[in-house]
Nanobody, 120 residues
């Protein structure tokens, strides 16, 4: 069974930084795209950033220049470095990945989410 486990969320002041991590575990044969989404109260879940297995990245306009996504393929882990955080970045952040597992098919998986709160 495949699991995605996030860590690194918390409370930070405006202008501060946080680094999120998401590790995939289980009977994994291959991982394609990995990404981060977020959902603020009363809003729909939105893409923050994603990264292909080859390292090509894509960012939401609202985080360009402030957030950096990266991955360690050897550790099946994706990271999100968040700098210059703003109150509007407050949300639950979810990890997402396309994984080929022991089920012998591709599946799309979600983590349980980690809360990021930006407040003074």
């Amino acid at each position: 069974q495949v699991q995605l486990v996030e860590s690194g969320g918390g409370l930070v002041q405006p202008g501060g930084s946080l680094r999120l991590s998401c590790a995939a575990s289980g009977s994994i044969f291959s991982i394609n795209a990995m990404g981060w989404y977020r959902q603020a109260p009363g809003k729909e879940r939105e893409l923050v950033a994603d990264i292909t297995s080859g390292g090509r990245t894509n960012y939401a306009d609202s985080v360009k220049g402030r957030f950096t996504i990266s991955r360690d393929n050897a550790k099946n882990t994706v990271y999100l470095q968040m700098n210059s955080l703003k109150p509007e970045d407050t949300a639950v952040y979810y990890c997402n990945a396309d994984i080929f597992s022991a089920t012998m098919k591709w599946g799309n998986y979600w983590g349980q989410g980690t809360q990021v709160t930006v407040s003074s």
